[in-house]
């Protein structure tokens, strides 16, 4: 029998999708509605939470219309001590099991087994009174979240001065900006103490800096010998934080392994969904496509394509060109761009570097190598230029997704500032003049 601290045994979840209104068409069978609508509406809604007619013998269901699956016969566990982390895209399924698992709904067939006292920070901030101040809302809340008063007395200056809020404290919270709630509702709950932890994107709270700072909380709890359960879209903090992952889509478990298999894996379905197709079959381009970009790549060593490289890491950018004339294209202009949210990080541009005049034809590649690669940990978007002779021959601004991991650009293991840029220098001291 298994002693994991966490087990789940085909888990599937199943919503009925409510059924539309029908509308009268007389003034007596409105009446006759009413009247009946209590009966009615009783069975309707004891309706949405039966399956009898869509479970088969062996443990599956039968799909129908208006039946959702949110969460589809996933099974696995969870050692003592692990940090497990789930990804997976908008849909997939990931809250919905974290809720099974916290018990805030059941599922619908399956079974799980929770060994510990377990607590779960799903939404940060539920509980908060706006009416109360903050040192009243910080009892509340650690009441809400499984803390006992005895624990906030122990933890509650420890809590305040993480939270950065203590100057107003005694306010009431209807008069807090949504950075201070937020700061305050973190602190509370990251001050938890139970055996396992079941954490639902927390880390995308207040600004940079308190991000940096929750980011640091999290990997004092996941070193503490605690189990941990995290969900996040935030690759970079997926691969800093947890040693296990699980990919869900649709509902199913598509992938289990090391967290930065199953982070490769998840960038890789990214680069693929996204767009919907291959780089070299999108239409949505400027130019005459005289020549295209066919592919872009990062390559690392071994000559190897990374999913995911590291900040600080030597990488190769990789852009595959396809020539259609049989003909030889002059003063040729390549070009890769890493940008994100409408800021560009990076432009890797062949005329920056070079004063020669750049001849190609038929199919070939162009190689932008970075001793270090100068990007933080996140996502980015990767997009494409090629010109000849000053005519514009293909350009694509969302080409591919890349997920960066946060590295030791340093090399001093310190944390970065989110605000700063990354480049590479040195220091020299020269002291009396």
Not at 82 to 89: C, F, L, R, T, Y
Not at 97 to 115: D, N
Not at 187 to 212: K, R, S, W
Not at 246 to 270: D, M
């Amino acid at each position: 029998m298994s002693n994991a601290a966490i087990s789940v045994e085909n888990v599937t979840k199943l919503y009925r999708l409510g059924s539309k209104q029908v509308a009268s068409d007389s003034i007596a069978s409105a009446i006759f509605g009413f009247v009946k609508s209590p009966i009615t509406n009783f069975k309707k809604y004891r309706g949405l939470y039966k399956f009898d007619d869509v479970l088969n013998d062996d443990g599956t269901y039968t799909s129908q219309e208006d039946v959702l699956c949110a969460v589809n016969n996933v099974s696995f566990e969870c050692g003592h001590g692990e940090s497990v982390a789930i990804v997976g895209g908008n849909g997939a399924g990931k809250s919905t099991l974290l809720k099974i698992l916290s018990r805030v709904t059941s599922p619908t067939f399956g079974q799980i087994t929770i060994r510990g006292r377990i607590s779960s920070l799903l939404e940060v901030g539920t509980g908060f009174n706006p009416e109360l101040t903050g040192r009243d809302n910080v009892y509340l809340n650690g009441i809400v979240l499984g803390m006992s008063k005895a624990e906030v007395d122990r933890k509650f200056d420890e809590i305040v001065d993480f939270s950065g809020v203590e100057r107003f404290l005694d306010t009431p919270v209807k008069r807090y900006s949504s950075g201070m709630k937020v700061r305050l509702a973190f602190a509370v709950a990251a001050h938890l103490d139970p055996d396992i932890l079941i954490v639902d994107e927390v880390l995308a709270v207040g600004d940079a800096a308190f991000q940096e700072k929750c980011l640091g909380k999290m990997k004092d709890v996941t070193g503490s010998g605690r189990t941990v359960l995290f969900v996040s879209h935030n690759m970079a903090a997926v691969s800093s934080l947890c040693t296990r992952g699980i990919f869900l889509e649709k509902g199913r478990i598509v992938k289990t392994g090391t967290s930065e298999e199953v982070v490769n894996e998840y960038v890789s379905s990214l680069s693929v969904s996204e767009e919907g197709i291959p780089l070299h079959q999108m239409t949505k381009r400027e130019g005459d496509q005289e020549i295209i970009a066919t592919k872009i790549e990062v390559i690392g060593e071994n000559d190897a394509e990374i999913l995911s490289p590291c900040s600080g890491q030597e990488v190769v950018f990789r852009l595959h060109y396809h020539c259609k004339a049989s003909k030889v294209y002059k003063n040729c202009k390549f070009c890769v761009v890493v940008h994100r949210q409408g800021q560009f990080y990076l432009d890797l541009n062949t005329s920056l570097v070079s004063d020669e005049s750049v001849e190609v034809s038929g199919d070939g590649y162009v190689d932008f190598r970075l001793p270090k690669l100068p990007l933080k940990g996140g996502s980015y978007t990767l997009g494409s230029f090629i010109e000849s002779n000053r005519e514009i021959k293909d350009n694509i601004l969302s080409a591919k997704s890349l997920m960066v991991l946060d590295g030791n650009f340093y090399e001093t293991g310190r944390i970065i500032n989110n605000w700063c840029p990354l480049a590479e220098f040195s220091v020299e001291f020269n002291q009396g003049g």
